[in-house]
């Protein structure tokens, strides 16, 4: 069980772990401030079953940026993970995509799809 005082950045994390045969996941929330991943099993759904991941309207949130990182690295059959960018400015918005594109992938048929 995880602590009161961790649940608020762990929630995505003890979620997954609880749907093993996850094969599409569509985030429309943030991800609450002080995500962090917690040391431990990876959940199954990221090993086997989870292809596609839709995140919608991140605007560069850095714990959201923490998540996805978490997702591309563990994800390893990922097929696509599409994300709808949202910035005030296109300085800002291309920003977010490099940093977006230039993350490593533990799937090599995983594509980035921005939206």
């Not at 009161?4 to 995505?12: A, H, L, R, V, Y």
């Not at 094969?23 to 199954?44: A, I, M, Q, T, Y």
């Not at 400015?89 to 594109?101: F, G, Q, V």
Request: proline residues 5%; aromatic residues 10%; positive net charge.
């Amino acid at each position: 069980m995880i602590p009161d005082e961790d649940w608020n950045g762990t929630w995505i994390l003890e979620f997954l772990s609880h749907v093993p045969n996850l094969k599409k996941l569509v985030l429309d929330v943030g991800v609450p401030e002080g995500f962090r991943v917690v040391p431990g099993e990876v959940p199954s759904c990221l090993l086997y079953h989870l292809k596609e991941v839709e995140i919608t309207t991140f605007d560069g949130d850095k714990y959201m940026f923490a998540m996805i990182r978490y997702l591309l690295n563990h994800g390893r059959v990922l097929e696509k993970l599409m994300v709808d960018v949202y910035a005030r400015c296109e300085k800002r918005r291309w920003i977010i995509i490099d940093k977006l594109s230039r993350l490593p992938r533990n799937s090599k048929k995983c594509r980035v799809e921005i939206l």
